[in-house]
Antibody, heavy 121, light 106 residues
Framework: QVQLVESGGGVVQPGRSLRLSCAASGFTFSNYGMHWVRQAPGKGLEWVAVIWYDGRNKYYGDSVKGRFTISRDNSKNTLYLQMNSLRVEDTAVYYC??????????????WGQGILVTVSS | ELVMTQSPGTLSVSPGERVTLSCRASQSVSSDLAWYQQKPGQAPRLLIYGASTRASGIPARFSGSGSGTEFSLTISSLQSEDFAVYYCQQYNNWPEFGQGTKVEIK
């Protein structure tokens, strides 16, 4: 069965960095595009970033462009999100999610359980 | 900028009732629309993609319709486990979610 397990969250001060990981299992990771989606406390869902199956193409939402970097290691079945210059408004539960397509941002057929990132001084 | 608008914000219904949730796109997204269900403390779950195709394991009481800018999700007979927040999401452009509709017990 498909499993996505996020890790690396926690409390961080504004301006600092944090790296999230998402360990995938139960499917051939290298065949699928992968996303990060976030949800601020009590708010709706916001798409953050997508990476194609081979890692060669990456795209970002406007609110994180230039600060966050999505990457993947297909040999380790792991997705990453490097978050730099964090702001209070980046506080959210971050979900990794699988795209049923390999090379485009479509919808999300499987989700991890989410990991909380709190940006606070 | 493509904006997704869901209505109503909250729906108070009784078990067994038929429920229809609406989602409107500010420009055409063809049939590139998905619906998700989210319960408190849980990740979203995919219900519908392609505007009307049920995802694997989703009960037949859930159905989606629409194309272009107007979409709807119908739950034919609301069960206790269906009380949740529902989100639409377009993928004709980069993914964009609606703000959600909360379905609560009346």
């Amino acid at each position: 069965q498909v499993q996505l397990v996020e890790s690396g969250g926690g409390v961080v001060q504004p301006g600092r960095s944090l790296r999230l990981s998402c360990a995938a299992s139960g499917f051939t990771f290298s065949n699928y595009g992968m996303h990060w989606v976030r949800q601020a406390p009590g708010k709706g869902l916001e798409w953050v970033a997508v990476i194609w199956y081979d890692g060669r193409n990456k795209y970002y939402g406007d609110s994180v462009k230039g600060r966050f970097t999505i990457s993947r290691d297909n040999s380790k079945n792991t997705l990453y999100l490097q978050m730099n210059s964090l702001r209070v408004e980046d506080t959210a539960v971050y979900y990794c999610a699988r795209d049923p397509d390999a090379v485009s941002g479509t919808y999300f057929d499987y989700w991890g359980q989410g990991i909380l990132v709190t940006v606070s001084s | 900028e493509l904006v997704m608008t869901q209505s109503p914000g909250t729906l108070s219904v009784s078990p067994g009732e038929r429920v229809t949730l609406s989602c409107r796109a500010s420009q055409s997204v063809s049939s590139d629309l998905a619906w998700y269900q989210q319960k408190p403390g849980q990740a979203p779950r995919l219900l519908i993609y392609g505007a009307s195709t049920r995802a694997s394991g989703i009960p037949a009481r859930f159905s989606g319709s629409g194309s272009g800018t107007e979409f709807s999700l119908t739950i034919s007979s609301l069960q206790s486990e269906d009380f949740a927040v529902y989100y639409c999401q377009q993928y004709n452009n980069w993914p964009e979610f609606g703000q959600g509709t909360k379905v609560e017990i009346k």
